[in-house]
């Protein structure tokens, strides 16, 4: 079983429409939780940290399920600059070591 | 923009050579990685750096080495590159405080005929 799972997608999806991602992992010990973005042959950028209470940022929400191992990304009123691949990454303690998931391909359609 | 650099942008190289790429970084951060993704796989942690001459491996060390004599620069060299090493290789930095963020640089597309 992979540490960090993500459905691959493609998740394509009409523009202003609402789209989620779930993410699980394997490691009950993990302590960060973060969703990065990668637009294609570039590098992953941070979209946002999760937090146990869990955490909103504009039109993106992020979600945090210890209990079952899950991390979710709920992105509203999608434009068409949110097309890239979504990256769900897990962190032990004080982060000195990253687990990535492989990502899920987002494409927003006119 | 946190501050990095990663040279070469773009390589390519004949199996056996040696190969160095280099990450620079002008915050002075503590702890760097290097990273390399493959299709199919998520990033995956080569090397990383908690300081300067402390390194510690990651888990796909093998065929590779690191050096960090400054605190600003962060090396990864290739003993002899095989085909298997051709990908896209990402440094990147931890932020100082909680919850220790990481942040990549523009990365190295490394290419081993």
């Known amino acids: 079983r992979k540490e960090v799972e993500q459905d691959p997608g493609p998740f394509n999806v009409p523009e202003g429409a609402t789209v989620a991602f779930n993410c699980t992992y394997s490691?009950?010990?993990?302590?960060?939780f973060f969703w990065y973005r990668q637009d294609c042959r570039k590098e992953p950028k941070l979209l946002m940290s999760?937090?146990?209470s869990g955490n909103e940022d504009g039109r993106f929400t992020a979600q945090l399920n210890r209990a079952s191992q899950y991390i979710s990304l709920l992105i509203r009123d999608s434009k068409l600059s949110d097309s890239a691949t979504y990256l769900c990454?897990?962190?032990?303690?004080?982060?000195?070591?990253?687990?990535f998931g492989t990502g899920t391909r987002l494409t927003i359609i006119p | 923009d946190a501050g990095i650099t990663q040279s070469p942008r773009h390589k390519v190289t004949e199996t056996g050579t040696p190969v160095t790429l280099r990450c620079h970084q002008t915050?002075?951060?503590?702890?760097m990685y290097w990273y390399r993704q493959d299709p199919g796989h998520g990033l995956r942690l080569i090397h990383y750096?908690?300081?300067?001459?402390?390194?510690d491996k990651g888990e796909v060390s093998d065929g590779y080495s690191v050096s960090r004599s400054k605190t600003e620069d962060f090396l990864l060299t290739l003993e002899s590159a095989t085909s298997s090493q051709t990908s896209v290789y990402f440094c990147?930095?931890?932020?100082?405080?909680?919850?220790?963020?990481?942040?990549f640089g523009p990365g190295t597309r490394l290419t081993v005929t």
């Open positions: 990147a930095i931890r932020q100082t405080g909680a919850p220790y963020e990481q942040y």
């Open positions: 490691n009950s010990a993990s302590q960060s």
């Open positions: 999760v937090y146990s």
């Open positions: 990454v897990v962190g032990n303690f004080g982060n000195e070591k990253l687990t």
């Open positions: 915050e002075n951060h503590r702890y």
């Open positions: 750096s908690y300081g300067v001459k402390d390194t």
